[in-house]
């Protein structure tokens, strides 16, 4: 069945989690695997990473790929695919990964699969499971070829339990005047809302189209995530209106999650926005308009005016 070699996934520096369902891809592949960690003083994410069952984590670690910077991020990874022999080359679904991932496609003449949700062995080889249209189609997907590459649902796979003895990790030289340099990292703008990440938090409060502008996005759903401790999100509709950046959306277009509790403040239900959240355990719903589609989806509906409901709601909660 090959080897599989699991990209894994920094933000400045800090091992994302989704990581860890890429492993468990690999775990229920029942393939060996070894984990890639590119970036630079990668030292501490590398050992991270050593007790997640891989056979070896390998650690790429160069000044030259302190930055993301697709083109040399993807010559690293074809370059290390082949030296490894690996016949399934794998990331978690994210924009870091559609960024990068089918460049390094290209490079190894293989074929390119996202949004992966199941794999199985089957005649000697793999046969996978992805979605499409939102959700609202399953496919079941072969893919030809010595290399495949794909990326996989993080919120279809769980992390593997840590494993007893830890991996070994090994150094890979990375030459920098090799690398190309067709793309320039300019700056990176970031905000730091002090808040989880919703691609890693159990629990994500997220605003829609009731929510008028920042302010009261910032009062209601901010406000109400920070008494909780979660994390927050927006449907398209505030991104597109200018009332939230395009980094909180959710759905289709936006992040991909899965928590343990998704409430959702003002939110009609379209299906590009559930597609997005449908792996949620539990869904609690607050609108005012009570034909909203994402009663029929919610665990917990609500049927009042967010402005009057949801400030009630923060006042129990804090008592």
Do not use: W
């Not at 924009?95 to 003449?109: I, W, Y």
């Not at 189209?209 to 979660?230: I, Q, T």
């Not at 959240?277 to 917990?300: C, G, L, Q, R």
């Amino acid at each position: 069945m090959g080897k599989i070699l699991i990209l894994a996934e920094l933000d400045n520096g800090a091992l994302k989690q989704a990581t860890l369902s890429a492993a468990g891809f690999a775990r229920k592949a029942g393939a060996p695997y070894e984990v890639l960690v590119l970036g630079a003083n990668v030292g501490a994410a590398a050992q991270a990473l050593a007790r997640c069952g891989a056979a070896t984590v390998l650690a790429a670690d160069s000044p030259a790929l302190a930055q993301p910077v697709a083109d040399r991020y993807a010559r690293v990874i074809a370059d290390v695919a082949k030296a490894r022999g690996a016949t399934l080359v794998v990331g978690a679904a994210s924009t870091f990964t559609k960024d990068v991932l089918p460049r390094a496609a290209a490079l190894l003449d293989a074929g390119m699969l996202s949004d992966v949700i199941d794999v199985r062995a089957e005649g000697g080889d793999y046969v996978f499971r992805r979605v499409q249209f939102a959700g609202n189609v399953i496919a079941t997907v072969q893919l030809g070829g010595a290399v495949r590459c794909l990326t996989v649902r993080s919120a279809a796979f769980a992390a593997p339990e840590p494993a007893a003895a830890p991996s070994p990790v090994e150094n890979i030289a990375v030459d920098a005047a090799a690398l190309p340099n067709g793309i320039e990292f300019v700056s990176r703008e970031t905000k730091d809302s002090g808040r989880p990440d919703a691609t890693e938090a159990r629990i994500i409060v997220s605003g829609g189209r009731a929510l008028k502008n920042s302010e009261d996005f910032e009062k209601l759903v901010g406000g109400l995530a920070d008494v909780l401790g979660a994390a927050v999100g927006s449907s398209r509709a505030l991104v597109d209106a200018g009332i939230t950046p395009n980094s909180l959306q959710i759905g289709q277009t936006g992040k991909i999650v899965a928590p343990d509790l998704y409430i959702a403040v003002g939110i009609s239900g379209a299906i590009q926005h559930m597609a997005g959240m449908k792996d949620t355990k539990v869904i609690v719903a607050i609108n005012k308009d009570a034909e909203a589609p994402i009663f029929e989806v919610a665990d917990y509906g609500l049927v009042a005016d967010v402005y009057e409901a949801v400030p009630e709601l923060m006042q129990k909660l804090k008592k």
